[in-house]
């Protein structure tokens, strides 16, 4: 039998559940975290029948609550503090635990090797996936018109180029894989070597997971040989740089040491600040917007990597000064941020296209666009994230 002060204590802790609930939801948004993230925190879902009976509003009000406590960015260095204290010491460095979702999609846990100077993911090959990437490079190749020129282009890690590791698995042998097994009509872009005869240089964020416009450039180099036979050269461009910036993998390992490791944010200009044009699907509506192709933040902001391209858009449309008629559709991860405004010299228009947001098809951009040019280009880890490359399956 129940005693009444029993009713009593459960009706307090029902109480305090509800407190809680209050403190951690109705706050505000933490702003800090979704920079911490690099990524924009989950929207209340549409409440409506629709939603409820197809059991999508169950999970995006899950994900709605975890992306929304209130304070998550301190519950989370509270986490990283904790987690960093058990970190593995290795030969080359620490080893700590973080976040896998690098503005991917894909959830999980991820390592990261924190030296004085730097901190790097550790790459670990999921030759499962790797296969997946194949099949799915190939199946675009096998769909799109005959027309249309398609390019792959898997860029490597700083990890790959940092000799005194020995953690991380070899990213060249994936990239050999993925290159080897394409059907014929992928031109794939080999990125690797034109990054490794420069990896001396500052090509890759020491605080970041991209690489710095500077590799970028190497890469535009490797692409601009691949599909027209020609090179450029750093001299024809105006160079301009910010200092003061932390980035993601910086606020994932937590270390409070890696402030004087802060990276410089480098941009080339040549031309036009070219206006993206962009569009999101938002709550089934389309929501139409501006950025520039360098967002350039005001002297008292520090720098950060949406300096390019303002960042990631579902889909983002730029119409340059150069009037010869080519169009490109890029597919690809936040790491064709920083090559896209370079390849503005070369097409009359370029499309971007975000797989993990983007609400169309590439087989309709091609229609309505007369596309002649098609380029995929990833950072190597998206070769271990399957839901990434499911979702790059799903907008073809």
């Not at 999508?56 to 994900?63: G, L, Q, R, V, Y």
């Not at 520090?302 to 960042?311: A, D, E, R, S």
């Not at 797989?355 to 951009?365: A, D, H, I, K, N």
Request: aromatic share 12%.
């Amino acid at each position: 039998m129940q005693h009444k002060g029993d009713k009593w204590i459960v009706v307090l802790f029902c109480c305090i559940l509800a407190a809680f609930f209050v403190i951690a939801v109705l706050l505000p948004k933490d702003l800090t975290a979704m920079e911490k993230e690099n990524r924009e925190l989950k929207e209340m879902p549409a409440f409506n029948a629709q939603t409820v009976l197809s059991g999508s509003f169950s999970k995006d009000f899950e994900d709605y609550l975890a992306d929304n406590v209130g304070y998550r960015s301190f519950f989370m260095d509270i986490s990283a503090k904790i987690e960093n204290l058990k970190g593995i010491k290795t030969e080359s460095g620490k080893i700590v635990s973080a976040n896998k979702d690098l503005g991917t999609g894909n959830q999980g846990e991820n390592q990261l090797l924190v030296l004085p100077d730097r901190v790097m993911e550790v790459y670990k090959k999921d030759e499962t996936a790797q296969q997946q990437y194949v099949d799915m490079l190939n199946l675009y190749a096998q769909n799109l018109p005959e027309s249309v020129r398609m390019f792959s282009m898997l860029v490597p890690t700083q990890i790959e180029f940092y000799e005194k590791q020995s953690v991380a698995d070899s990213e060249k042998e994936t990239i050999d894989f993925i290159y080897q097994n394409v059907d014929d009509r992928v031109q794939t872009v080999n990125v690797y070597d034109a990054l490794k005869a420069h990896k001396e240089e500052y090509i890759y964020f020491r605080t970041d997971h991209h690489w710095t416009q500077r590799g970028a450039f190497y890469g535009y180099n490797a692409f601009l040989e691949t599909a027209f036979g020609k090179t450029e050269t750093l001299s024809s461009y105006k160079m301009q740089s910010r200092d003061g910036f932390l980035g993601y993998l910086y606020n994932q390992a937590n270390d409070v040491s890696l402030q004087k490791a802060a990276d410089t944010i480098e941009w080339f200009e040549k031309g036009e600040n070219v206006t993206v044009q962009a569009r999101a699907l938002e709550d089934g509506k389309y929501v139409d917007y501006t950025a520039k192709m360098y967002s350039i933040p005001p002297m008292t902001e520090k720098p950060k990597y949406n300096i390019f391209m303002g960042g990631d858009h579902q889909f983002a449309k730029l119409q340059t000064a150069n009037k010869n008629g080519k169009t490109l559709l890029v597919v690809k991860d936040s790491y064709a941020n920083a090559l896209i405004p370079l390849l503005t010299a070369d097409y009359e228009t370029i499309l971007v296209i975000d797989p993990r947001s983007y609400y169309g098809t590439v087989s309709q951009l091609i229609q309505e666009y007369n596309v002649d040019d098609c380029l995929f280009i990833n950072y190597v880890f998206t070769t271990t994230f399957p839901d990434f490359i499911s979702k790059m399956i799903e907008i073809q």
